[in-house]
């Protein structure tokens, strides 16, 4: 029984409470670092690395955290591994440090992170939490890939720098500002619901 | 109102509660931090300091092997022997028969989003820039790291005019950014179009260590070359 609920914690973020798709939270980074694809899947993954180390905290501390100061708590915990991912990201190499560096601090103010922290983890065992993160954690960081990778091909006519047209190609620089961010999201919004009503009337 | 003595007792014990449990996340999180600060430092350092080492290779064309100076107390360039901390270093760059091609500036000034460190290569026989190199930005992602990427630009640091006066103590004309397509003067940064305040602070930052560097380097130019030990 256990088993199928845990399974159940890591499929809904996916799909279901997708963070970004169906609970529209973190938008700070979603609109400003998706504008690359290679960009936007290392955000996904250094936010993914932050919701699970500090729902695991959290989880682990719930009963020790007094509910009136929680909330400073869990920014602690949160900016804690943030501080984390901004060294090991430095240490493992200086150029995506270099094209991330700005947002990485960012993590710390994503309101997915804190939510998780506040909705799920501080309510629920160890194994739950760590499978509600990384539910939540993939399904941020597709929510990010897939905006990332259209701006990208719209915008710069690449995929992870790779030319996909003819040299003649004009590219949507609007689709690289953040104005193309919102477009993007709106669009991607727009097919998630449509594919999520259909299969409801169906 | 029944309820009010119950609730001061239960604040006044759960008060030490929230203090502990604040001090000890606090505790708890400094830790963290400091065991990952000091695990990563040593790989952070060389990594920063192999970027800055291929860097020179990037901004003086033509370089096999470099060398570090430093100004002593005389105020002359010697060659750095030891590692030291906390001076002004500058990289002198060799061809395959010992001959300079050049020496690589460090420099730094105000982006957009912080503090920008590039990296110059200046060449006294031609009394020019002939490379140059983004050591670290935070520019925004997709606009003001065109900086290291507009093809533009960077030819803009392939021959740019910083020749000295003819008292040989400032340059003859200021290295000045200018907006894009209105370049005339070899001595002018070409800015770009959608990066515009990343590409002039990088024109006004060389600008600004030129007029600084590059005067003392080409009076001292004989300390660079290399006396002793040349290739075979």
């Known amino acids: ?8 914690e890591f499929i809904k973020g996916l799909w279901r409470e997708n963070p970004v798709f169906v609970q529209v939270l973190g938008m700070c980074p979603v609109l400003a670092v998706s504008n690359t694809a290679e960009n936007a899947l290392a955000m996904g993954l250094a936010t993914a690395f932050v919701l699970i180390m500090s729902n695991l905290l959290v989880s682990a501390l719930r009963s020790f955290i007094p509910k009136q100061v929680r909330i400073a ?29 700005a947002f990485i601090s960012l993590i710390v103010v994503n309101c997915l992170i804190l939510s998780r922290a506040e909705a ?6 160890l194994g739950k939490s760590l499978m509600d993160a990384l539910g939540m954690g993939a399904g941020f960081l597709f929510a990010l890939f897939c905006l990332g990778a259209v701006r990208e091909i719209l915008g710069n006519g690449t995929l992870f720098g790779l030319a996909l047209f003819p040299d003649n190609f004009e590219s949507w620089i609007v689709m690289i500002l953040p104005a193309g961010g919102f477009f993007t999201l709106a669009a991607w919004l727009l097919i998630f619901n449509a594919i999520n009503e259909r299969r409801g009337t169906s | 109102m029944t309820e009010s003595p119950a609730i001061s007792t239960n604040a006044s014990t759960s008060s030490t509660k ?16 400091v065991v990952t600060f000091q695990g990563t430092l040593p790989r952070i350092e060389r990594l920063r300091a192999e970027a800055l080492a291929q860097a020179v290779f990037k901004v003086l064309p033509g ?10 107390n005389s105020g002359q360039f010697t060659e750095m022997v030891a590692e030291e901390t906390a001076v002004t270093k500058v990289y002198a760059g060799y061809d395959q028969q010992g001959q300079l091609t050049g020496v690589a500036v460090e420099a730094s000034g105000q982006g957009y989003a912080d503090i920008l460190r590039i990296l110059y290569g200046y060449q006294p026989q031609s009394q020019s820039i002939v490379g140059f190199h983004v050591l670290e930005s935070k520019e925004t992602p997709g606009l003001g790291d065109k900086i290291e990427k507009d093809a533009n630009f960077l030819a803009n640091f392939e021959q740019l005019d910083v020749s000295l006066a003819e008292d040989l103590k400032q340059l003859q004309n200021q290295v000045v950014p200018v907006k894009q397509g209105e370049k005339q003067h070899p ?3 070409d800015g770009i179009t959608g990066a515009t305040i990343s590409s002039r602070a990088i024109g006004d930052i060389l600008g600004a260590s030129t007029m600084e560097w590059v005067p003392l380097i080409y009076q001292q130019r004989g300390n660079f070359e290399l006396n002793r030990d040349s290739q075979p």
């Open chain 2, 187 to 189: 001595w002018e940064v």
């Open chain 2, 18 to 33: 929230m203090l502990v449990a604040m001090v000890g996340i606090g505790i708890l999180c400094a830790l963290l931090i």
């Open chain 2, 63 to 72: 370089t096999s092997q470099t060398r570090t100076f430093f100004i002593d």
């Open chain 1, 73 to 101: 708590c869990y920014i602690l915990i949160i900016a804690t591994f943030v501080t984390i991912t901004d060294y090991a990201i430095q240490a493992i190499s200086v150029e995506l440090h270099k094209s991330l560096g």
């Open chain 1, 1 to 8: 029984m256990s088993a199928t609920t845990s399974t159940d």
């Open chain 1, 120 to 125: 799920f983890a501080s309510k629920n065992t």
